[in-house]
């Protein structure tokens, strides 16, 4: 059952908030996915109590009300241990909510526990955090996608109806379309970031995975919007979909993705895709994508440059990891820093700090800016164009686990489809559209120009409608 067809049973009394939760924590315990950091079972079950005592006092919430939400763990959750999936954090409780969870709570939604994802959501396979790997539901031998991978594990495996993301290069929509679910990466600004811990702070978006996009519009309805604490939320007011109608749409093929660095089977499922869209309607043209080469050096530059200044304050002495060994002020800061954080977050700090550094600021961080402002210019003219643009989501499907860990420029090249959505700033949904012949799930992108959410949507929706890809569940993973 889909989050609002959940929420619509319980809001009518056929089945209870408290039951629905229970289940859901009893099958998330029981996860072999490593999805699951924390469920703080008895706040939760007393939190849905709570909630089914407004519905039966007649109080009307949300339309996903009573519906439990998996929530990422770099989201702040207060009393309720918050890492980042890192040890730096290990044993950190907030002591305030992010204003999105503030948001949940009043629509009545129930947050089950926080889940597994790269360490500071760095990462593009959800292996870098210090509990383990996430496995994929469709292949337990494989990884989930990252570095929301216990977000979008979580939902594919019916552990939760629904999940928060983050996507600072890509990271809800490569987990969506490894697992098979549906995301939305709003347009940067639209969604508070207050009480997400920062990577990138100029890129970092908060958004929603569902099993299909009429779950996930309902949810960002619900957490969009503006907040007096995050200057950067410049809406005015949260999005409320209509009945948009995306049948006449245009609809931009960027031509150069499809070359052979791209699986074959994801081509083929990405032009099976553009005649679903063709026959509903929509005129579909083919473009070349400028800058593909340099989308990837940038962002790279860009966002570890930001995560250098960002992960600053995590020093042993204000919160986080301390070395109870350390002997002298400096060497609080080195051992606790140098055990606190993994290989990948540190790789990033040394070439954030070197990018930034003095010598080398304008050869790169200030090259990276101006490559990032042409990027945002290039999208402008395609959408002058276009509605919507249509690409992949990744270049391979879910691949085994620890294929590319060692690999890091590997892993890297993988977010070259995604990253240029963040520098820009711009809106995607994630779809599932088709499988490859190992059975593995296949995702694809619509991009919109800033704020277009509401044609995004309705594009997604009219594609599920004409589609059953994301109906599709996994078996019982092969452990
Ligand atoms: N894979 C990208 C990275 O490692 C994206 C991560 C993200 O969106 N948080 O930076």
């Known amino acids: 059952m889909g989050a609002l067809e959940l929420s619509a049973q319980i809001q009518a009394g056929k089945i209870g908030a408290v039951e629905t939760v229970a289940k859901y924590i009893r099958i998330a315990k029981n996860s072999r996915l490593n999805t699951f950091l924390a469920i703080p079972e008895e706040r939760v079950l007393a939190r ?7 519905i039966d006092a007649g109080i009307t919430l949300s ?3 009573g519906v439990p939400v998996a929530v990422k763990d770099n989201i702040s959750t207060e009393g309720t241990e918050t890492t980042c999936a890192s040890r730096m954090l290990e044993g950190y409780v907030p002591v305030f909510n992010a204003t999105v969870i503030d ?3 009043q629509a009545g939604m129930v947050v089950i526990g926080k889940v597994n994802m790269d360490e500071f959501a760095m990462g593009g396979s959800s292996e870098t955090g210090y509990f383990g790997a996430v496995r994929n539901p469709w292949d337990a031998t494989r990884v989930a996608g990252g570095s929301s991978g216990g977000s979008a594990a979580a939902v594919a495996a019916m552990e939760a109806p629904m999940a928060l993301g983050s996507d600072t290069g ?5 987990p969506c379309a490894f697992c098979g679910v549906t995301g939305i990466k709003p347009t940067y600004g639209s969604v508070s970031r207050y009480g997400l811990i920062a990577y990138a702070s100029s890129m970092d978006q908060i958004g929603v995975i569902g099993t299909d996009i009429n779950d996930c519009a309902a949810l960002l309805e619900i957490i969009s919007g503006p907040d007096t604490r995050d200057s950067t939320c410049v809406t005015d007011a949260p999005f409320a979909f ?3 109608n995306a049948a006449k749409i245009k609809i931009g093929l960027p031509r150069n993705y499809f070359n052979d660095s791209i699986d074959p089977e994801i081509i083929r ?3 099976m895709a553009v005649k679903v869209f063709e026959d509903a309607g929509a005129v579909v043209e083919e473009f070349q994508m400028p800058l593909v080469d340099y989308i990837v050096p940038a962002y790279y530059a860009l966002s570890s440059a930001e995560a250098s200044s960002n992960l600053a304050r995590f020093d042993g002495l204000k919160y986080g990891h301390r070395a109870t060994e350390a002997k002298s002020l400096s060497d609080v800061y080195t051992l606790s820093r140098s055990q606190g954080f993994g290989m990948e977050v540190k790789r990033r700090i040394i070439l954030g700090s070197f990018v930034l550094s003095s010598g080398y600021y304008d050869a790169y961080y200030r090259k990276a800016l101006e490559i990032r402002g042409m990027i945002k210019e290039a999208y402008n003219q395609l959408f002058a164009r276009y509605d919507v643009i249509l690409a992949p989501v990744a270049p391979t499907t879910a691949y085994k686990l620890g294929e590319n860990i060692t690999d890091p420029m590997k892993m890297y090249m993988a977010d070259v489809y995604t990253a240029s959505v963040n520098l820009a700033g711009l809106p995607a949904v994630a779809l599932p ?5 190992q059975g593995l799930p296949i995702g694809m992108q619509l991009i919109g120009d800033a704020f277009s959410e509401p044609l995004l949507v309705a594009a997604a929706r009219k594609y599920q409608a004409c589609t059953d890809y994301h109906t599709r569940k996994p078996g019982v993973p092969n452990l």
């Open 242 to 244: 209509g009945k948009e």
């Open 103 to 105: 948001k949940l709570e």
């Open 433 to 437: 559209c088709g499988f490859d012949a």
């Open 269 to 271: 499922a990405i032009f």
């Open 63 to 65: 339309p996903l009300a």
């Open 48 to 54: 849905a109590k709570e909630v089914q005592d407004k």
């Open 170 to 174: 890509g990271s809800i929509r490569q």
